[in-house]
């Protein structure tokens, strides 16, 4: 694999580790606690995230 791409793929995979963080971060952000709406939507944010980053390592393979 072209060594650009590759480190692109490694880029995306590191930014996908900190929009996590951030989400996180932003549903405490207004009362220090995640309400029972926030958990839902971090759930499905890091799902759709590990769904992405299984997509990326399958072309990095």
């Known amino acids: 694999?072209?060594?650009?791409?590759k480190a692109q793929c490694r880029n995306?995979?590191?930014c996908l580790s900190a929009?996590?963080?951030s989400c996180r971060a932003?549903?405490?952000?207004?009362d220090g606690v995640?309400?029972?709406?926030e958990?839902?939507?971090?759930?499905?944010l890091e799902k759709a995230c590990?769904?992405?980053r299984s997509e990326?390592?399958?072309v990095m393979e």
């Open 34 to 37: 995640a309400s029972k709406e």
């Open 56 to 58: 990326i390592n399958k």
């Open 50 to 52: 590990e769904k992405f």
């Open 12 to 14: 995306m995979d590191s």
């Open 1 to 5: 694999m072209n060594q650009f791409i």
């Open 19 to 21: 929009f996590k963080q």
């Open 26 to 30: 932003g549903a405490l952000q207004d």
């Open 39 to 44: 958990e839902l939507i971090l759930k499905r």
